[in-house]
């Protein structure tokens, strides 16, 4: 009786054995997907078959924010640029765009921001009718080589600095401006605090208005 009860023990030892061997096999299996789309399982896939089924990741393609700028063409002197969808042509001089009163500062004197086109048939030459603020210097924009001269003027109370950018091809000059017109701070505030402060916050939005006409020059090309 004794003799049966070990060999009974032993026999459902072996089955547990066995039966834990075959459920682990089981557990190794991975299905994998082939070219031909159909599936197959085994228990040794090599490692890179599984990496070639992996998809890779591809980093978002960040959008330039000036494609999408308004396109201004001129095709009878025939060049191109782009600038912000807000700012818009002046109705009363066609060479004019204007930019609307949220590009300036409630905080400061800044009236108004003009952005002019000038095409003449003659060598660019300096201003004579504004004071020039330092010497021109030559800035290159998009493979175009511009004489960048700054202005001052003054009157009445009102300002005015003018970024002017001039080029000369083939026997016309090219000539893009931006006006900023701003008021007396004095005749606008009392206290000298505010006066301070108007006096910092125009300079803040003149120097934002001049890197942004910048960018603008920059998309300028020539058609022909």
Request: charged share 20%; proline share 5%; net charge neutral.
């Amino acid at each position: 009786m004794k003799q049966r009860f070990i060999i009974i023990t032993v026999l459902l030892l072996v089955a547990v054995g066995v039966g834990a061997y075959f459920l682990g096999r089981m557990g190794q299996k991975i299905v994998v997907e082939n070219p031909k789309g159909n599936n197959t399982s085994t228990s040794g896939v090599n490692s890179q078959n599984i990496a070639s089924n992996t998809p890779t990741y591809a980093p978002p393609v960040a959008e330039d924010p000036i494609a999408s700028w308004t396109k201004e063409s001129n095709e009878k002197y025939g060049y191109e640029f782009r600038h912000p969808n807000d700012w818009y042509r002046d109705p009363e001089e066609a060479a004019a765009i204007l930019l609307p009163g949220s590009y300036l500062s409630s905080k400061g004197t800044i009236r108004s921001a003009t952005m002019t086109e000038q095409v003449t048939l003659a060598k660019c030459r300096l201003s004579n009718e504004m004071a020039p603020l330092g010497e021109p210097s030559i800035v290159t924009k998009n493979g175009i080589n511009f004489t960048r001269q700054e202005y001052s003027d003054a009157g009445a109370g009102n300002f005015y600095h003018t970024i002017s950018y001039a080029v000369y091809k083939a026997g016309l000059c090219y000539n893009f401006s931006f006006l900023i017109h701003s008021v007396s701070t004095g005749a606008t505030f009392q206290n000298p605090d505010d006066i301070a402060r108007a006096d910092t916050e125009n300079k803040r939005v003149e120097a934002d208005l001049t890197d942004l006409f910048g960018v603008v020059i920059g998309t300028i090309t020539f058609t022909r």
